[in-house]
Each structure stands twice: as structure tokens, then as C-alpha cells.
């Protein structure tokens, strides 16, 4: 079973600057697509960035600009560089992997932006 571990995440002043890393457990591991999810307190779970295999990827408006979702395949770890970081971008991120039969998640990152 391949696992996802996020890392990354803290707490950051308004404007300021972010990575965030997922690495899959497994070298084998082929996705179709990749993604960073967010959940921010007492929201509903919405997707901030995507990147398929082919290295195509969609952002979610309120993000796009000043995030920028990355692979790198031969280390298995996808990245999220989040710039002009705003209070409004508080949340867990969540790593999500699409295999074709099932998705994978990895535990989540707390992203804290002060103002």
C-alpha cells in the first residue's frame, strides 16, 4: 500500500512564501494525476491544484498567480509553492493521489497565515 506524507506546512506571515512535499512511499508508483486539496475550519474540502501525468495542470482561481503545483518523478514527490500567501489560504492541505481504481491521501498539513 503506497502511503503519502505531506511536510511543509507552519505558520507564516501574510505575503509570505510556502512549499509543501509529498512523497510517495513507493518507487513504483505511477498516478494518473496528483493533487493538493485544503480544508479550511468549518469549510468543505476544495481542491487548490492538480497536475496529471502528463504534467497538464488546473488551479483553483483563488490560487491561481500565486501558487504552483510541481512532480518530481524520479523522487516521487509533488510540490505545492505557495506565494503572496493570505489569511484566507488557512487550512489543512491534503496530498491526493489518483491511481484509476482508487485515491490515496496522506494525513495533511497545517498552513497557518497571520495577518
Given at each position: 500500500q503506497v502511503r503519502l506524507v505531506e511536510s511543509g506546512g507552519g505558520l507564516v506571515q501574510a505575503g509570505g512564501p510556502l512549499r509543501l512535499s509529498c512523497a510517495a512511499s513507493s518507487s513504483a508508483f505511477r498516478p494518473n494525476a496528483m493533487g493538493w486539496y485544503r480544508r479550511a475550519p468549518g469549510k468543505q474540502r476544495e481542491l487548490v491544484a492538480s497536475i496529471?501525468?502528463?504534467?497538464?495542470?488546473?488551479?483553483?482561481?483563488?490560487v491561481k498567480g500565486r501558487f504552483t503545483i510541481s512532480r518530481?518523478?524520479?523522487?516521487?514527490?509533488?510540490?505545492?509553492q505557495m506565494n503572496s500567501l493570505r489569511p484566507e489560504d488557512t487550512a489543512v492541505y491534503y496530498c491526493n493521489a489518483d491511481l484509476g481504481w482508487t485515491n490515496i491521501w496522506g494525513q495533511g498539513t497545517q498552513v497557518t497565515v497571520s495577518s
Open positions: 496529471t501525468s502528463g504534467g497538464s495542470t488546473n488551479y483553483a482561481d483563488s518530481d518523478n524520479a523522487k516521487n514527490t509533488l510540490y505545492l
